[in-house]
């Protein structure tokens, strides 16, 4: 949430896909791996050091050398380990692909939600579902592959840990009694060599058992690193985006004139927003403008116009901050003085009142001196005063992005724009569903309160409301032009 990384991970950076689900699943299996590493760990070591003590006692007891039992162990236990380690699959590389692809399948399901509507309008259904058991059998054929795999591998790890050891074990039970030595004249009895029997076979047992449950953490060890790699490669991009470094892996050749991010945004002194010899550049590396040097002064009303994907959102983007700056110079205003305002606004989670005075929250509001009366005023220029009496008050909670409207919605937006009363407001065809005469009063109003606006549109009328036309010819070059002040020049 800081310095709009998750935008810039989703959008401006191609490193990571379905960085949601890093964020929740992904760390999860960490640190649920990692902890159930730890207790899995900590028990069998400690076991092994108080047996290896026990058991050195109860060979010196019987007189026999403490070295050759131990070592055989030690041998045993390595070439099992090395064996295993050598033949063991690759688990760490298996669980990240695994996770990607679990990754990819909860994406799916999660547009399907957001695109219900759309997907039930067009009759969609079998694309959908095409889509979701193709990546749902990717998703299963791969867990089977990793199940198979661990299947002979668990094979091979308990034949050498059961039988192999268990010899092991009889041989380490039996050189004490074959190599005892009588230098002190005490020659051990059947009782004694009994006793020493039943205490070094228990002892191996749990010895065994400990030694077994380290060897078996060498799989969630491998896991544990298969996790780490994603996560350690997730904070390493989420740091290096946050700092403003990008990398994409397709880049257009268009690009190719700008490979580092050497444009400055510097705040203007007078308040006006500048661009000088400014590029516009597409996360996708299309550049849609070259260069643009244009000057806002504020109380100089801008509209832009051009054709579809000819740079007008992109230009928005790149003066709120959103877009990196590949060259030129932009003098711009503090973060606060500007609001945008998109063609689908947003409706937050909340009360009535706080989707008016979205982002602030309610103390924010309160803080600032702001009543209800005042929201009401702001609903009153977009006309939607009856709104609230209609919803059952302030205080009441929907789902506004189902309940309202799409002009309705459109014009909440506009009723931040005049709770806010910013220095400059860009408006991206958010009017494209409000009636003219409703869009008109809006306008006049806005010039009215001292609202700079720089407006993204198809509609001559609104060309009336502003001083100067920017307009792109979708080739990348572009002209600014006066509004004629005449209604027949005009039309």
Not at 133 to 151: E, F
Not at 281 to 307: C, E, N, Q, R
Not at 459 to 467: C, M, T
Request: with cysteine; glycine share 6%; hydrophobic share 40%.
């Amino acid at each position: 949430m800081k310095n709009q990384t998750y935008y810039r991970v989703s959008n401006l950076d191609t490193r990571i896909e379905n960085a949601d689900h890093l964020l929740t699943d992904d760390i999860t299996a960490f640190t649920a791996s990692l902890a159930h590493l730890y207790s899995h760990l900590t028990k069998p070591l400690f076991d092994c050091a108080l047996i290896a003590l026990a058991l050195a006692r109860s060979s010196r007891q019987m007189g026999a050398a403490v070295i050759p039992g131990p070592l055989l162990a030690v041998i045993v236990i390595t070439l099992t380990g090395q064996v295993l380690r050598t033949l063991s699959p690759k688990f760490g590389a298996l669980v990240s692909v695994e996770a990607e692809r679990s990754a990819y399948l909860r994406s799916v399901h999660s547009r399907l939600i957001t695109n219900a509507e759309e997907v039930a309008f067009y009759g969609g259904h079998q694309v959908e579902l095409k889509h979701l058991k193709s990546a749902y059998r990717s998703l299963v054929d791969h867990k089977n592959k990793i199940l198979c795999q661990r299947l002979w591998y668990v094979v091979l790890e308990q034949f050498l840990m059961k039988y192999v050891w268990s010899g092991t074990g009889m041989v380490m039970v039996s050189l004490p009694i074959l190599m005892t030595n009588n230098k002190n004249g005490q020659e051990k009895g059947v009782s004694d060599r009994t006793q020493y029997f039943t205490t070094a076979r228990n002892l191996l047992l749990s010895g065994a058992d400990a030694v077994e449950r380290l060897m078996s953490s060498y799989k969630e060890i491998v896991e544990l690193a298969g996790y780490t790699s994603r996560v350690g490669a997730m904070l390493k991009v989420f740091e290096e985006v946050s700092d403003g470094v990008y990398v994409r892996s397709t880049v257009s050749n268009s690009l190719q004139k700008f490979t580092h991010i050497s444009g400055k945004v510097i705040e203007s002194t007078d308040g006006s927003i500048r661009l000088i010899d400014t590029p516009i550049v597409t996360p996708t590396g299309d550049v849609v403008v070259s260069s643009l040097s244009l000057h806002i002064k504020p109380g100089h009303h801008l509209l832009i116009t051009g054709p579809n994907g000819c740079g007008k959102s992109s230009l928005f983007r790149v003066v709120c901050g959103l877009w990196p700056l590949y060259a030129g110079t932009l003098y711009r205003p503090s973060q606060a003085t500007l609001f945008y305002i998109p063609q689908r606004p947003y409706m937050s989670i909340g009360s009535l009142r706080e989707q008016i005075i979205y982002p602030d929250t309610v103390e924010q509001m309160k803080e600032k001196g702001v009543t209800d009366e005042d929201l009401e005023q702001c609903l009153a220029h977009v006309s939607l005063a009856p709104l609230v009496a209609r919803e059952g008050g302030w205080s009441a909670v929907a789902d506004w992005k189902d309940i309202l409207s799409g002009g309705e919605k459109q014009r909440i937006a506009i009723a931040r724009l005049f709770y806010h009363k910013p220095a400059f407001a860009l408006l991206d065809e958010c009017t494209s569903a409000v009636s003219m005469d409703v869009e008109s009063q809006m306008y006049e109003d806005a010039k009215a309160v001292g609202i700079t606006l720089l407006t993204i549109t198809h509609r001559p009328s609104l060309w009336k409301f502003h001083d100067q036309i920017l307009q792109f010819d979708g080739q990348g070059g572009w002209e600014i032009k006066d509004v004629p002040k005449n209604d027949e020049k005009r039309q």
